[in-house]
């Protein structure tokens, strides 16, 4: 059995904590066989456990703590502390586990509520669950989310050699905003979403690269993102906003431009890697 979750690439500018969209980078579990205890195999480095400490076994255990230990193997294109979602999709695939092993026959609804609990708000672990674009909010403990087709567009994601951390991210939040402020941050955050359900994607860019809830504040920890946004501006790009927390830049380009934009940052070596990504239609899914 074959458990496979998506990246997800959240907020997408103003939708804060709230917004995200799944994207074609996957952690893939693999279920070899019942165990006396938990391995896990994975070549991802000795910091993260290949026992009943990772996070995968945790989650699982946290939902069906009687489940008998199994041996599994992890595989993952999503890198790690770079804004597209990895230890959201870990915490998808451990609810996923516990579901295939235990028998839950959780719906997709309960999974969400399960997985918005353990990571604290929905923006990843919506998508990574539903594929497609999702727009949800979390609130006095009630979860709410709409799933929606995302426009016919290319994301183009620079992913720097470097992690940054989500909590390090949060520590250059503003602690408040004023009424004045929040209710300008909403109405921007009303117009991109109104937008991008539309495929008004020209409206959407605008919106998106108008926030005033985090990038602001976040977008100087990312040293490329000043040239890089100016080239995707170059190039025809409807929007450049920071993937997550970061440090991962996220660019919104109509199809037909995709390639050229890829090639110019590419020549500018930055360090990093550059990929065009699709959007993931299925979310988690399991193969048999």
């Known amino acids: 059995m074959k458990i496979i979750v998506p990246a997800t690439s959240a907020n ?12 074609s980078k996957y952690l893939i579990i693999e279920v070899l066989g019942k165990s006396d205890q938990w391995i896990i195999e994975h070549d991802l480095g000795r910091r993260i456990p290949s026992n009943e400490r990772n996070l995968l076994i945790k989650v699982a255990r946290r939902i069906a703590p009687a489940i008998q230990p199994h041996h599994l193997k992890m595989t993952t ?3 790690l502390a770079r804004g597209l979602g990895s230890s ?12 295939q092993l235990a028998n839950l026959q959780l719906s997709n609804t309960e ?17 990574a669950i539903y594929g497609n674009l999702t727009i949800s909010s979390y609130v006095n403990g009630e979860v709410s989310t709409v799933v929606t087709k995302f426009p016919e567009v290319s994301l183009i ?10 909590k ?16 300008a941050a909403s109405s921007i955050a009303n117009v991109a979403i109104a937008a991008l359900m539309k495929g008004d994607m020209v409206a959407a860019g605008q919106a998106i690269e108008s926030d005033r809830f985090h990038e602001h504040f976040r977008q100087g920890l990312i040293k490329e993102f000043p040239k890089i946004k100016m080239m995707a501006k170059e ?4 929007a450049t906003y920071l993937s997550g927390a970061g440090p991962t830049v996220m660019i919104l380009v109509p199809k037909e431009r995709s390639n050229t934009l890829k090639e110019k940052i590419e020549e500018r070596q930055f360090k990093g890697q550059v990929f065009e990504l699709q959007i993931d239609c299925q979310g988690v899914r399991v193969e048999k």
């Open 111 to 127: 999974k969400l509520n399960l997985a918005t609990k353990i990571e604290g708000h929905p923006d990843n672990v919506a998508p």
């Open 12 to 23: 997408i500018g103003p939708g804060f904590d709230s917004v995200g969209v799944a994207v």
């Open 88 to 99: 959201s999709s870990v915490i998808v695939a451990g609810i996923e586990l516990a579901n």
């Open 77 to 79: 294109d999503i890198p």
């Open 168 to 183: 390090d991210s949060r520590g250059v939040l503003p602690k408040e905003l004023s009424y004045q402020e929040a209710v």
């Open 235 to 238: 190039n025809g790009a409807y």
């Open 157 to 166: 994601a620079y992913i720097p050699n470097y992690e940054l951390r989500t």
